[in-house]
């Protein structure tokens, strides 16, 4: 069974331009989330999406957003990027909703740097 | 509300020591607990997990960690360090009717040979 998928995996921009980060969970999953990793602030989650719907939202600004297709495969975007947004952008999928199973499968990571 | 405190950011052992990293959590709602830990420039990987039953639970590499619901404790142990052990390791919570998980801030392990 193919596990998370995030791609790309790493990626080189300037501020002020906009990203997206593609994530394909395991199969049968509906769940996707979203969480930022930094050396600074740790492990902090983004979103959640679940059958095409987000459930839960983190403390981002708008320019962070995110959406889910049919598939269950999702996607988020950085506008106007920032030198602080540079980070690991992990996804994680689960079977039912994250906070009712607490069982999540992370991706490796897309590592965006912005210069 | 929930959330979870790792006593620690920086933890280092010898190898062949005991490892044991610490976490407390809170929780309005009976908890469901979690490890998990992340090896370098990798994504977090369940370790080990406590819902309902038994308290002692054991993981994945040798790990164990047991529930103790009067000192709301899940402290992550192993009786004998590896070398391969060397990674950040994550708390998390959520629980009965909840809808959110909750990771602690990591504590990070070095095992030194």
């Known amino acids: 069974k193919a596990g998370v998928t995030q791609t790309p995996r790493y990626l080189i921009k300037t501020r002020g331009q906009q990203v997206t980060l593609s994530c394909s969970p395991i199969?049968?999953?509906?769940?996707v989330s979203w969480y930022q990793q930094t050396p600074g602030q740790g492990l902090q989650f983004l979103f959640e999406?679940?059958?095409?719907?987000?459930?839960n939202k983190g403390n981002f600004p708008g320019r962070f957003s995110g959406r889910q297709f049919s598939n269950s495969r999702s996607e988020m975007n950085v506008s106007t990027l920032e030198l602080g947004d540079s980070a690991l952008y992990l996804c994680?999928?689960?079977?039912?909703?994250?906070?009712?199973?607490?069982?999540?499968?992370f991706g490796e990571g897309s590592r965006l740097t912005v210069l | 509300a929930q959330s979870v405190t790792q006593l620690g950011s920086h933890v280092s052992v010898s190898e062949g020591a005991l490892v044991l990293l610490r976490c407390n959590y809170s929780?309005?709602?009976?908890?469901?607990l979690f490890w998990y830990v992340q090896y370098p420039n990798q994504g977090l990987q369940l370790l080990l997990k406590?819902?309902?039953?038994?308290?002692l639970v054991k993981g994945i590499n040798g790990f164990e960690a047991e529930f103790k619901k009067s000192e709301t404790s899940f402290h992550l142990t192993k009786p004998s360090a590896h070398m391969s052990d060397a990674a950040e390791y994550f708390c998390?919570?959520?629980?009965?009717?909840?809808?959110?998980?909750?990771f602690g801030t990591g504590t990070r392990l070095t095992v030194i040979p």
């Open positions: 998390a919570v959520t629980g009965t009717g909840a809808n959110n998980l909750f």
């Open positions: 406590y819902t309902t039953g038994a308290t």
């Open positions: 199969s049968g999953h509906r769940s």
């Open positions: 999406y679940f059958s095409e719907t987000q459930r």
């Open positions: 994680a999928s689960s079977l039912d909703v994250a906070g009712r199973t607490g069982e999540l499968f």
């Open positions: 929780s309005s709602v009976p908890p469901y």
